[in-house]
Nanobody
Framework: VQLQASGGGLVQDGGSLRLSCAVS????????MGWFRQAPGKEREFVAA????????YYADSVKGRFTISRDNAKNTVYLRMNSLKPEDTAVYSC?????????????????????WGQGTLVTVSS
């Protein structure tokens, strides 16, 4: 499975961006998808996840109400819409795929549950 993230860039405080992650190599709808981020000098952290059908989503408290994860199984793509961006959202954002369809909300938080990772896309929020 190959994952290709895109859509990062420089945005002002309060601005918006939409990240995309295109998936190829296997049946996309077999996988739950997650977004993680890593800020300079910090560990990678969970941002959002979505189950295989798109019917269940889960968010880190820090982004709840501002970010929206979605997927289009016909396009083999998962999205992360980020609104009301803050300087503390600055990080490299990576997408990941998990074949563990039994995961519930909190399970999606853990890096170890993901089988495949894409390269990151840098999001910089200026104050």
């Amino acid at each position: 499975v190959q994952l290709q993230a895109s859509g990062g860039g420089l945005v002002q405080d309060g601005g918006s961006l939409r990240l995309s992650c295109a998936v190829s190599g296997r049946t996309f709808s077999n996988y739950g998808m997650g977004w993680f981020r890593q800020a300079p000098g910090k560990e990678r952290e969970f941002v959002a996840a979505i189950n295989w059908s798109g019917g269940i989503t889960y968010y880190a408290d820090s982004v709840k109400g501002r970010f929206t994860i979605s997927r289009d199984n016909a396009k083999n793509t998962v999205y992360l819409r980020m609104n009301s961006l803050k300087p503390e959202d600055t990080a490299v954002y990576s997408c990941a795929a998990t074949s563990k369809t039994y995961l519930t909300g909190t399970g999606y938080r853990y890096l170890r549950e993901y089988d495949y990772w894409g390269q990151g896309t840098l999001v910089t929020v200026s104050s």
